[in-house]
């Protein structure tokens, strides 16, 4: 085997590949947008989204996501920011939460966790957080909107350490909050950090590094905000975990940082640092063992997503994925495992802040969008490997809502499976069946609502059936582990509800988390699991 180039491994070194994961409105757009800024890959914070703004850039794909209201226009940004390569992955949340927002934790290397100061942790990223533990990638927090009244910091970190069970080391510790935030102390190298004027966070502002004692400060924090700092500092000092880079690798401790992404405040400051302690591409598992982006010469990357029908008068679908090793080239011939052969990967596509456009190379970290005619599935392995290995699949992810859908027109019976399947296929919806009867009742899961709308809309405009949903009250739904239980034989609470999923295996469905813990009180043994295998 050649030798891996040297502009290859060059390349992917300087990759930084990861997804920002909040709750609606902590301000991940706002941070995005930000980093934008300090890379220069745009002018002025506002030209990435005022929120209406920015998608119009993407015109043909808006119709889409008015008709649907998912969001298909952006799944990753690149940029250049000191010597790095970053590409930030886009997670959907709002209404188009979806099982596409957990598939898109596969392809990070590491997660962002943007907090409310005001709010502690919330549900979205307790659910998304849950996904990133699973993978043991790094967890980095920045607690945003410093410049509100905050919780007080202790508490903040202790929400995080209880709600999620993760270990927290403050790089940085506020100065005040609301009206009073001042700005950071750096814990490292015991220096505060000013910032200045940002005109309102649109333009990229100084950071000024002054030591404790400076002139400066006591004109700017009184003696008595100083007092409060230093007894934190102490006490955070003496009860806090010390930073410890290979635990902040394992995604066993946080780094967090304190900020404002409005003003701009411990952006830069946050970036810099986040970039130094995260990681370059990882290695990935195949069935071949760990393939390494460092010693593996070809291109190999798998698909995470699949965007169907971009384009009304084509069906035609769009293939995200994630390049684990080696180059891309436009037109590159590689071997399709799961379809067992050889694929030329057209139109590849890359977003660059709100732009999409068409790309000649990329690299192992990079995401990129490749027309699909139908052939591809997530998790699909694509390699130009003489050794034609495949790399773990995707797990499912647990659905939260649940339908019973029927076709309307009995004769239509054949065109609702098929429609049904290929949309379960491409991973838009999950659909499972009474544990004990036949096909007839079809249950459906998703993610996110939106999900049953999308389900809909398609059947009847691609496969031309009406169907009927009526909604079901489960909320839960588990994946058995120990698939020799006898089913049969398993005591459950009066709501929960016994299915399987197209592979046959079995699930359960429950109302409430109550009765989860009270079937796995009930049952000694069972083992119920979150994730589906792939
Ligand atoms: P999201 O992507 O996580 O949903 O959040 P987004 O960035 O859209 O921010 C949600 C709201 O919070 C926005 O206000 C945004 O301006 C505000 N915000 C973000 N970061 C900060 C911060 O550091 N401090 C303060 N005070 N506010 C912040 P909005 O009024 O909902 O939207 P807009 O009209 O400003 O766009």
Redesign the pocket.
Known sequence: MSEITKEIKEQINKRRTFAII??????????TEKFLLYGGAINQAGSVK??ATARHAVSDWMEIEKERGISVTSSVLQFNYGGYCINILDTP??QDFSEDTYRTLMAADSAVM?IDASKGVEAQTRKLFKVCTMRHIPIFTFI?????EAMDTFELLDDIENELGIATCPVNWPIGSGKNFKGVYDRATKEIELFSDTKKGTTQGQVKKVPLGDPEVTWLIDESQRLQLMEEIELQDGAGAEFDQELVSKGELSPVFF?????NFGVETFLEHFLKMTTSPLPRISDQGEIDPMKEEAFSAFVFKIQANMNKAHRDRIAFMRICSGAFEAGMEVFHIQGGKKVRLSQPQQMMASERKMIDRAYGGDIIGVFDPGIFSIGDTLTTSAKKYAYEGIPTFAPEHFARVRQVDTMKRKQFIKGINQIAQEGAIQIFQEYNTGMEEIIVGVVGVLQFDVLKYRLENEYNVEIRMDSLPYEHIRWIENEEINLDKLVGTSDMKKIKDLKGRPLLLFVNDWSVRMTLERNEGLILSEFGKA
């Open positions: 909040s709750h609606p409105d902590a301000g991940k757009t706002t941070l005022g929120k949340g709002h943007v945003n909107k410093m410049d509100r900020g404002s992404a409005l003003t």
